[in-house]
């Protein structure tokens, strides 16, 4: 009975399950989408919503996957068409560069003082250079190159070119930051500011040397005289530069000295020398200026020869002639133009020059200088020429401005010094500054002990001894300590320095003294 019982059980749900299979597609099995519970019995309209999103899921990912495929196709197309052009801009980069070889294209390149300036490819090359560049393909150039060595000068503080309405503020160095000075430049500097060395680039010697420096409130105008030339274009193998580059290539320098400095206002410390030449013909004043030359330096000298053999011939007739023997041979030359000179010039205003700290006599309205062997101040009237002794008369403008370049250049050493370890320290405090070095001993050790080099080892072993025996001199400090020691030191120097020297520099100057008539030539 139970097995009968089991065989009509199943029989009845096998039955069921039999009927369910029939409604799914002609009794075949459809996963999930069946019901899971046995005997589930699925209504026609349930059916018909399950093959319709059956339809409709099957439609939306045949839809995506045709989708996918033209993408992929449109991908594929632009991938191919991009490949195409970039095979045909590299085929036009070829023929450029086949092009260059034959004809290189022309890089222009300008230099001032030694400083690159800029570069730029003449205009036909332009576009074909940028696609060669870009698509990385090497080619040589030829190069029309311009260099340019003109006036050097420092200046510190409110300095300027005037040229014509165009004023165009100093840097401080023009080694640093090359200006191109021009013929007719006005140079000048505003209160409490200086431009000094000035000289041509090429430097100072024995037969060709300038020097100037402008104090504040003052102009002066350069000549300049040019010289123009084309000197072969230099290459380190010239083996490897292609016969097209050369022929194409070229170098023009151009050279600009100091033919001529005009002094309009101001004070002015003028060092000229011109071996064979007039110095006085250099240097000019304004209209309104008393006309004044400057002496050969040796004229004075020889007056001074002549005054010691005078005392000595005062002394003994014979002493004074054996002492005239020993010195006539050795006289400087007489005559002959003014090579040099080395001068104070300041220009009053008011018609009146004032000229001191120089070794050279001053003639004007056929007056001349030289009865004071010594520091004078020489003061050129219309008219008149005066020279006083500042041993006997000391004259406190004349002295401040004799001193100023010496104390304007280092009050400005003294800044950049201050500056510097200033930064320093900053470094040191914000954890930027570089982790203490090792001993130069400690390198050495380190490096002979690598090579072993017994007898560097042997000396580094002994330098390293002298630092320890310096430790102990400094109490135990160590040498980094030390070092920041004298750099604090070197700073409090500096500062101190600073304040000490910053009224000299940039305080007013005293008035000069009265012109003595006594005095007068």
């Known amino acids: 009975m139970a097995g009968k019982r089991g065989k009509e059980a199943g029989g009845k749900s096998g039955g069921k399950r039999d009927a369910a299979k029939a409604k799914v597609g002609g009794g075949q099995e459809t996963g999930k989408s069946v019901p899971e519970e046995v005997g589930a019995a699925e209504s026609d309209q349930e059916f018909l919503s399950r093959m319709a999103r059956i339809q409709r899921e099957a439609a939306e990912t045949a839809a995506a996957e045709s989708g996918k495929y033209v993408r992929e196709g449109e991908e594929a197309r632009a991938k191919g068409k991009e490949v195409g052009e970039k095979l045909k801009v590299i085929e036009e980069c070829r023929e450029i560069a086949k092009?260059?070889?034959?004809?290189?294209?022309?890089?222009?390149?300008?230099?001032?003082?030694?400083?690159?300036?800029?570069?730029?490819?003449?205009?036909?090359?332009?576009?074909?250079?940028?696609?060669?560049?870009?698509?990385?393909?090497?080619?040589?150039?030829?190069?029309?190159?311009?260099?340019?060595?003109?006036?050097?000068?420092?200046?510190?503080?409110?300095?300027?070119?005037?040229?014509g309405a165009q004023r165009i503020p100093l840097p401080p160095d023009s080694e640093k930051m090359p200006l191109m000075v021009k013929d007719g430049d006005i140079i000048g500097a505003e209160a409490d500011s200086y431009v000094y060395g000035i000289c041509d680039y090429e430097g100072n010697d024995d037969n060709n040397h300038t020097n100037v420096f402008i104090f504040p409130g003052s102009e002066l105008r350069l000549s300049l005289e040019e010289k123009k030339t084309t000197p072969a274009p230099a290459y380190m193998d010239p083996g490897a530069v292609p016969d097209a580059v050369k022929r194409k290539s070229k170098s023009t320098v151009f050279t600009y000295k100091i033919r001529g400095i005009e002094l309009l206002k101001g004070i002015f410390q003028v060092q000229l020398t011109r071996k064979g030449k007039d110095v006085n013909n250099m240097l000019k004043v304004p209209g309104e200026c008393p006309g004044f030359e400057f002496k050969p330096a040796s004229e004075l000298m020889n007056k001074m020869?002549?005054?010691?053999?005078?005392?000595?011939?005062?002394?003994?007739?014979?002493?004074?002639?054996?002492?005239?023997?020993?010195?006539?041979?050795?006289?400087?030359?007489?005559?002959?133009?003014?090579?040099?000179?080395?001068?104070?010039?300041?220009?009053?205003?008011?018609?009146r020059i004032v000229i001191a700290g120089t070794m050279n006599m001053v003639a004007s309205g056929g007056k001349e200088t030289g009865k004071i062997l010594g520091p004078a101040k020489i003061t050129v009237d219309m008219g008149s020429i005066y020279e006083t002794d500042c041993n006997k008369i000391p004259d406190l403008r004349v002295a401040a401005i004799i001193k100023r370049p010496y104390l304007v250049q280092m009050y400005i050493g003294m800044l950049n010094g201050k500056k510097e370890l200033e930064e320093y320290f900053e470094k040191r405090e914000s954890g930027k500054g570089a982790e203490p070095a090792p001993s130069g001993a400690e390198e050495m050790l380190a490096y002979a002990e690598g090579i072993g080099d017994k007898d560097l080892i042997l000396m580094a072993r002994e330098q390293m001894k002298t630092e320890e025996n310096f430790k102990r001199m400094l109490g135990g400090k160590d040498l980094a300590g030390a070092e920041e020691e004298r750099i604090r030191k070197t700073l409090e120097f500096c500062k101190a320095q600073i304040r000490e020297l910053r009224p000299q520099v940039e305080g007013p100057l005293p008035p000069y003294n009265s012109i003595n008539a006594g005095d007068r030539l």
Do not use: W
């Open 305 to 351: 020869l002549d005054k010691e053999i005078g005392k000595m011939g005062a002394y003994s007739v014979e002493m004074g002639r054996v002492f005239a023997g020993k010195i006539n041979p050795h006289r400087f030359r007489r005559g002959g133009p003014c090579e040099e000179i080395n001068s104070f010039i300041e220009l009053c205003g008011n018609g």
């Open 99 to 163: 092009e260059f070889e034959r004809d290189p294209p022309l890089l222009f390149r300008s230099h001032i003082n030694g400083k690159f300036v800029e570069e730029h490819y003449a205009g036909e090359y332009g576009e074909k250079v940028d696609k060669l560049k870009k698509n990385n393909f090497s080619f040589r150039s030829a190069v029309d190159d311009t260099s340019t060595f003109t006036t050097q000068f420092k200046a510190f503080g409110n300095a300027y070119v005037r040229r």
